[in-house]
């Protein structure tokens, strides 16, 4: 057996597909002093056994651009590793039973060919003839995906092995990872290498790609990882008739069941509703190797009695074999990857809710680079791992949520879809009371939020639809009030932190694209960006003093943001006061009248300025009052100590305060033109392109991180503008995702959208992407613009300035 080195440059733990493509990129980046522990052998933990289905189209851009390239790499792999992968470009069929399912693939199509992919919706009889062995009878139509593939997930996993090998990868089988070691690094504790049944080894960079075994490894040194395997199952049958080594793979959703085409028979399996976790991640069994689960023939009968319905012929067909396997599952079904924020050169690539082969070759290179360059490289925020907290870590919470997630996988994906499992999880100082008037809660960072308030008996429920939702009715009266008169919010989920120490300004002058050095009691709305100008972060600064800084950022990005904060920090500390305050927000027309009856503070326009802050004494409690606004109204963000929160509430509501939900702060924040993060503002995005560069201090001559790249932005002109639009007809609804055309050809895509009550239709913000950059305002302007809502063309109207109050007269009063 060889000697294990006694240090290396990276560590990579597991040689699963990931771990292998993590190795073969890093390599390929020119970082070759690479060494990879499998505590068995290569592929024998879930890689073996996986079906080998690769599908480019994801819900999201950056997704299907990470599958593409798996599917570009997986076919050209071969010519230089000399190891065939198997992969076959068959083609992909998704069947629709209902017409539910068919908006869905239409918005699918929709969003191919926004992502330039080829995509057709089909007739049932196209569907047969492609696919002969089913019955389409009950079927109402079809999506062809051309660029969809098979490949054999083993022989994959040998190829990535052979290509990092032959640039300097050590691959080491047979050993087990026990340990790691530690360092006090200059930004908190870095990991200095990895102990194992062999010896140690020192490493600047130690990557964790060990599937389900990752959580544990995790534990050891105190880092998070959201993950929990379940069973998960398919059979391969013998010959079926009408199949061919070139027949596509064929998902049949609405009956939870995929097929492939495998030595003349079928492979045959499904996301079944009735998930079943397996063990506890910390109680996972070793030695491990090509391993399968026991048959359960019970829990499998809902996929093959599905299966039966599609393929009849299958009835009087011999199952070869029955694979059950562990993979793991995360809370929200994306997977897990970037740095640990608890530990420096820690990395992480694992959790791949049973994508993991469509997704290795993107995701390898994705951490690759991210490692080599400190930094991703794209917008990955739905993947990074750090938008999850500790408390996400919890196997019990984590074993009744990936339930629900296996379970959905096939599921139609409703809008604004709301999981049930692990609730409530974090509860604002006011919850009971707005359950008690009809709220009804959404989560959002575990918090429970007031979503829209129904009749306090209870009686409205969340359903879900692609059309006008139940819901959407309540959500235009509190729309209204809050215009017309006053609302009140309960945004206690805000990130909080405070900044502060001696070089607190200096730091945050650099972390910020606004200039933060403004008198005490002032608040500064700014981004935060990367050295390639994208969005890190949008949120409000308030300086509470000369080195102390008060800092509200979204809900769900506390732990990116304190990540943030802590690699930019210098000499100053950040702290997480989340939890320390209930925030209200009070908003309308009214807000000062109503607010002013509670405080003997003046709330007079002179008195209390657009974007300053104070802390005053209301309805008895010393709070910080920030006059703000999300909804584009007159109004304040109270942050109150909790102990106190719940007394102001009552006074607030008592002064005649309609409650209101975050459907309505979404609907007015679009009307208003407001952006978010990630949906408008990601890595990928700046703030030319976002329309927003009045927000950076560019006419000074303070340096900050991104200013380069923004004013080389500038000089250019945007690739692409962000614009805001209201359909034409009111009775259209869009949720976000859907595809513009500008003069009948694909030009972009919807990133927000919501019924707006005083617009009177949908509102909503678009990207829009000329063939030739930049994207002028003439360009804009001279075009005439639809949206493909679910196959049905929507004219809109577009507007560069925003729809509502476009002058800031409601605001700054
Ligand atoms: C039934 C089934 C069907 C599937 N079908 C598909 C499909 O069609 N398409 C698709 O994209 N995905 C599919 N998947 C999912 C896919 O198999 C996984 O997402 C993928 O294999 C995960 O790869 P990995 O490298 O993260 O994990 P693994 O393959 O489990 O690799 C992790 C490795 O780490 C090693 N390890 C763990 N701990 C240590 C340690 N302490 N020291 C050293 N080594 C360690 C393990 O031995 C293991 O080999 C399927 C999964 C299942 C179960």
Known sequence: MAELPDRAQVVVIGGGVIGTS?????????????????????????????????????????????????????????????????????????LARTPDRMVQLARTAANGEAYGLETELISPERAQELWPPMQVEDLLGALWLPGDGKVNPADLTQSLAKGARQRGTQVFEKVRVTGFSTIDGARGPRVAGVRTDRGDIEAEVVVNCAGQWAKALGDL?????????????????????????????????????????????????????????????????????????????????????????????????????????????????????????????????????????????????????????????DDLVGVDVRRFAPFHGDNAWLRSRVAETLGNHYAIPWPNLEVTSGRPQRLSPFHDRLAAK???????????????????DGSLELEYSWGKPGWLPFCIEEQLACRADVAVFDQTSFSKYIVSGPGALASLQRICGGDVDVPVGHAVYTPWLGTHGGYEADLTVTRTGADSFFIVSSSATTVRDLDWLRRHLDDATAVDVTEAYGVLGVMGPRSRELLQGLTDADLSHDAFGFATSQ??????????????????????????????????????????????????????????????????????????????????????????????????????????????????????????????????????????????ATLGSTVGLAYLVPEDPPATLDWVRSGSYQVNVGGVLASIRVSTRPLFDPGNERIRC
């Open 221 to 377: 040194v105190g880092v998070t990882i959201p993950l929990h395997s379940a069973e998960h199952f398919y059979v391969v049958t013998e010959r079926v008739e009408g199949t061919h080594p070139d027949l596509p793979i064929m998902r049949d959703q609405d009956g939870w069941t995929y097929f492939k085409e495998e030595v003349g028979g079928l492979v045959v399996g499904g996301f079944e509703p009735n998930a079943k976790p397996w063990k506890s991640p910390n109680d996972l069994p070793y030695p491990f190797e090509f391993q399968l689960l026991e048959e359960d023939w019970d829990h499998f009968q809902i996929l093959m009695d599905q299966a039966l319905l599609r393929v009849p012929s299958l009835e009087h067909t011999g199952i070869r074999k029955f694979y059950n396997g562990p993979e793991s599952f995360t809370p929200d079904n994306q997977f897990l990857l970037g740095e640990a924020p608890e530990l420096d050169g820690f990395f992480l690539g694992c959790g791949f809710n049973s994508v993991g082969i469509a997704s290795a070759g993107g995701a390898g290179r994705a951490l690759a680079e991210w490692i080599v360059a400190g930094a991703p490289q």
């Open 438 to 456: 009809g709220a009804i809660f959404g989560s959002k960072m575990g918090w429970e939020r007031p979503l829209v308030f129904g009749p306090a």
């Open 22 to 94: 993590v190795a073969y990129h890093l390599t390929k980046l020119g970082w070759t002093d690479v060494v990879l522990l499998e505590q068995g052998r290569l592929s024998s933990g879930t890689t073996w056994h996986a079906a080998g289905l690769v599908g480019p189209l994801r819900a999201s851009e950056s997704g299907t651009r990470l599958v593409q390239y798996s599917a570009q790499l997986y076919a050209e792999l071969e010519a230089e590793t000399g190891l065939a992968t198997g992969y076959r470009n068959v083609g992909g069929l998704v």
């Open 615 to 756: 802390v005053i004494t209301l309805a008895g409690a010393r709070l910080r009052a920030t006059r703000m606004t999300y909804v584009g109204e007159l109004g304040w963000e109270l942050y109150i100590p909790v102990a106190e929160a719940g007394r102001v509430y009552d006074a607030i509501s008592a002064a005649g305060a309609r409650d209101a939900g975050y459907n309505t702060i979404e609907s007015m924040r679009l009307e208003k033109g407001y952006r978010a993060f990630p949906r408008e503002l990601n890595p990928d995005d700046n703030p030319v392109d976002a329309g927003l560069s009045f927000a950076c201090k560019l006419d000074s001559d303070i340096d900050f991180i991104g200013r380069d790249a923004v004013v080389a932005a500038k000089a250019q002109g945007p690739r692409r503008r962000l614009v805001s639009f209201v359909a034409d007809d009111p009775e259209v609804m869009m949720w976000g995702g859907e595809l513009v055309l500008r003069d009948g050809v694909p030009a972009g895509q919807v990133t927000s959208a919501a019924w707006g």
